[in-house]
C-alpha cells in the first residue's frame, strides 16, 4: 500500500461497543479536556506559552463493533489512505472481542499501531500477550484512562507509525539498491569469466596449434616429396610401356608380358597415370591450409601478452580472417588491400586480433541483417591498412544495412546491442575501442550509411609515452585522408 508521506499521518480509529467514548475520545483527542489540565501544568512549571502542546489535528473515525472496525481498517488501508493508530475496547458483545478485531487487522494492515483499552477485569496481562504475542505495534491502556496519558499515546504511535513507515521506504530503497548492485556484480563476475574462458581458450588453440604444428611440417615435406617422385617415375613408365609394345611386336618373352598385363589391369594403370599427379597436387593444397590455420591459430593466441611490442599487423589481419571463417564465408566476400610496406607496429597482438575479429563479426551480421530484407544485396567486407603520416591506419567498410543515427552515439557503450539475447551482448565494440583507445593511444571512428559502415582504426607508430599518445589520439590525427 502506498502512502504519500508528505503530511503526518493522523488517521484514528476508535472500536468500542460504548457509543458514549467515542465522544470522549474526540473530546480528549481533539484537544478540549486535556488542554485544560497542560495548560495548568504548563503555567505551574513553564509560565503562559501560545503552543499548546500534544494537540494535534486528528481525523478520527469510530466503529461500535469489533467486525465494523475491522471492515473500515481494511478497505482504508486498502485504498492507500490507512489508519496509523486503533484503539480497540476489549469486550465488544455480541460480536468480535478486540483480542479476534486487532488479529484480523493485522492481517490486512501490518503496519498499524494497536492500543487495548482494558478495564482491570476485562483480561490479565499474560492473557492479552498469550493471544497476541508481544509485537512493538502493541501497547495496553487500562480503563478508566487518563486523559493525559491517552493524548500521549496518540501523539507517540502516530509519530511512531509515520517513522516506521519512513523506515520501512528507506528499507525499500536500500533492498533495491543492494540488488541492482547485487545483479551488475553478477554481470561483470559473468563478464570476468568470460574473459578467463576466452583467455583459456587462446592458450589451448596455443597449445593445440603448436602440438598439430610439427606433424604438419613433416606431412607437408613428405607429400612434396612423393609428389615429386610421381612426376619422376611416370616419364619411366612410359618408356616401360613403349618397351613391352616393341617386344609384343617381336613376339618376345610372351609369359612376363602377360605377367605385366595382368598387373596393369589389376591396378588400373592407365586411371592411376591420370589421377596420381592432381591427388599429389590436391593433398599439398590441403595442407598449406592446415599449416596456414595453425600459423593462424598461433599467431591469434598469444596468451598473456600485455605489452606493446613491433607486430605486422597485415600478417594480424590475414590469421584473425582465417580464424574468422566461419563467421563470414556463408554471407560475404572477404577482400584485402594490405599496403604490404606497412611497418612493423607498436601493438598487443591478441588484442589487435581481438579488434578485427569484432569487427569482422559485426560486418558479417550486419550483412546478413541486409539481406533478410534483400537478398540479392552484395555482401562485401574490405580490410585495407594504410600508412598514413604516424599512424597505421585500418579501415573496414562492409556493405551491410549501416547504424541508424540515433543509435551511432552509443554503439561505442558497454552492453548496447540491437542483436537478440544469445546473439549479442553488446561487448564487441566496447571492448575494441578500449583495446585500441587506452592500451594503444589510437582512435575508433565509425562511418555509416544505410549503404554500408566503415569503422576506422588508427595506431600510433610512435609510443614514446603512452599518456601523451592517448591526448594525441584523443585530438585524432587532424589532416589524415583516405
Ligand atoms: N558493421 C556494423 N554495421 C551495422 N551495425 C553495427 C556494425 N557494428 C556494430 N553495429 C551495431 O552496434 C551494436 C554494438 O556492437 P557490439 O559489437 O558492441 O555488440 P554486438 O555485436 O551487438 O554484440 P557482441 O559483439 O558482444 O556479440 C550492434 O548491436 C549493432 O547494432
Ligand atoms: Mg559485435
Redesign the pocket.
Known amino acids: 500500500m502506498a502512502r504519500e508521506l508528505e503530511r503526518p499521518n493522523l488517521r484514528i480509529i476508535t472500536i468500542d461497543d460504548t457509543r458514549a467514548i467515542h465522544d470522549d475520545y474526540r473530546r480528549v483527542l481533539g484537544g478540549e479536556e486535556v488542554d485544560d489540565v497542560l495548560d495548568d501544568l504548563e503555567k505551574e512549571f513553564f509560565g503562559e506559552t501560545e503552543e499548546k502542546a500534544l494537540s494535534e489535528n486528528y481525523e478520527i473515525d469510530s466503529a461500535e463493533q469489533g467486525e465494523a472496525g475491522f471492515e473500515m481498517v481494511k478497505s482504508a488501508y486498502e485504498s492507500g489512505n490507512p489508519y496509523a493508530l486503533a484503539f480497540v475496547d476489549m469486550r465488544m458483545p455480541p460480536g468480535w472481542d478486540g483480542f479476534k478485531t486487532i488479529q484480523q487487522m493485522w492481517k490486512y494492515d501490518p503496519e498499524i499501531q494497536v492500543v487495548i483499552c482494558t478495564a482491570y477485569s476485562d483480561s490479565s496481562w499474560s492473557e492479552i500477550f498469550g493471544t497476541l504475542g508481544q509485537p512493538d505495534r502493541l501497547l495496553v491502556l487500562k480503563k478508566p484512562f487518563d486523559p493525559i496519558e491517552l493524548k500521549q499515546l496518540a501523539s507517540a504511535l502516530t509519530a511512531k507509525w509515520e517513522l516506521t513507515r519512513r523506515a520501512n521506504t528507506e528499507n525499500d530503497r536500500l533492498n533495491a539498491l543492494v540488488t541492482k548492485a547485487t545483479d551488475d556484480l553478477k554481470e561483470v563476475q559473468a563478464q570476468n569469466l568470460q574473459t578467463q574462458e576466452l583467455e583459456s581458450i587462446g592458450r589451448l588453440a596455443a597449445g593445440v596449434a603448436h602440438e598439430i604444428n610439427t606433424p604438419t611440417q613433416y606431412v607437408t615435406d613428405n607429400i612434396g616429396y612423393l609428389s615429386e617422385s610421381i612426376d619422376g617415375i611416370l616419364p619411366l613408365i612410359a618408356q616401360y610401356q613403349n618397351l613391352a609394345a616393341a617386344a609384343k611386336a617381336e613376339n618376345f618373352a610372351p609369359d612376363l608380358r602377360s605377367k605385366i598385363d595382368d598387373i596393369e589391369e589389376e591396378i588400373d594403370l592407365e586411371f592411376l597415370i591420370e589421377e596420381m599427379p592432381s591427388a599429389a597436387a590436391q593433398a599439398i593444397t590441403g595442407i598449406k591450409r592446415i599449416s596456414q590455420i595453425v600459423t593462424a591459430m598461433q599467431e591469434f593466441s598469444h596468451p598473456g601478452q600485455k605489452e606493446l611490442t613491433p607486430v605486422n599487423i597485415n600478417r594480424m589481419i590475414e590469421s584473425t580472417m582465417t580464424i574468422a571463417r566461419n563467421e563470414w564465408k556463408y554471407g560475404a566476400e572477404l577482400e584485402l588491400a594490405l599496403q604490404e610496406d606497412l611497418l612493423l607496429v607498436p601493438c598487443i597482438a591478441d588484442e589487435f586480433g581481438q579488434v578485427v575479429l569484432?569487427?569482422i563479426?559485426?560486418?558479417a551480421?550486419?550483412i546478413e541483417?541486409a539481406r533478410v530484407e534483400d537478398p540479392d544485396r552484395e555482401g562485401l567486407i574490405r580490410i585495407s591498412t594504410k600508412l598514413e603520416g604516424d599512424w597505421a591506419v585500418m579501415r573496414?567498410p562492409?556493405t551491410?544495412?549501416?547504424?541508424p543515427d540515433e543509435?551511432r552515439d552509443k554503439?561505442?557503450d558497454p552492453f548496447?546491442?540491437?542483436?537478440g539475447v544469445n546473439?549479442?551482448?553488446?561487448?564487441?565494440?566496447?571492448?575494441?575501442r578500449s583495446a585500441v583507445v587506452d592500451k594503444h593511444g589510437g582512435t575508433v571512428d565509425?562511418e555509416?550509411s544505410p549503404a554500408?559502415?566503415t569503422?576506422i582504426v588508427r595506431l600510433p607508430l610512435v609510443v614514446a609515452a603512452v599518456s601523451e599518445e592517448q591526448d594525441v589520439a584523443a585530438a585524432g590525427p587532424g589532416d589524415a585522408s583516405d
Open positions: 569484432n569487427m563479426v559485426n560486418a551480421h550486419a541483417e573496414i562492409d551491410g544495412a549501416g547504424i543509435i554503439i561505442f548496447f546491442t540491437t542483436k546473439e549479442g551482448t553488446g561487448q564487441g565494440l566496447a571492448i575494441a565509425c555509416s554500408g559502415t569503422f
